[in-house]
Nanobody, 122 residues
Framework: VQLQASGGGLVQSGGSLRLSCAAS????????MGWFRQAPGKERELVAA????????YYPDSAKGRFTISRDNTKNTVYLQMNSLKPEDTAVYYC????????????????WGQGTLVTVSS
């Protein structure tokens, strides 16, 4: 399984970024996908999840109203649109594939990409 995340970079507070994650080596359309982030000195945190067909979405409170996850099963790609970014959103962002076709728990995610760095300046 390969998950290639891209789209990170440096953005000012209040700005936007769109992350992409291209998947290969798995039946992409069969599994829920998620975006996680990990800031220095902190645990990895789930910020968005999407079911196999995009019909069910999950966001923690820290992402609600600002982040939007979507997927294109024809392109084996999952996206994360991030708006109104804050300095506390600074982290390495990872995409991951679940072992289930819907989001149940963050511990269901098993396959991970290499991450893309997002830095939000104040």
């Amino acid at each position: 399984v390969q998950l290639q995340a891209s789209g990170g970079g440096l953005v000012q507070s209040g700005g936007s970024l769109r992350l992409s994650c291209a998947a290969s080596g798995l039946p992409f359309s069969s599994y829920a996908m998620g975006w996680f982030r990990q800031a220095p000195g902190k645990e990895r945190e789930l910020v968005a999840a999407i079911s196999w067909n995009g019909g069910s979405l999950y966001y923690p409170d820290s992402a609600k109203g600002r982040f939007t996850i979507s997927r294109d099963n024809t392109k084996n790609t999952v996206y994360l649109q991030m708006n109104s970014l804050k300095p506390e959103d600074t982290a390495v962002y990872y995409c991951a594939a679940s072992t289930l076709n819907y989001y149940n728990d963050y511990r269901d995610f098993r396959s991970w990409g290499q991450g893309t760095l997002v830095t939000v300046s104040s």
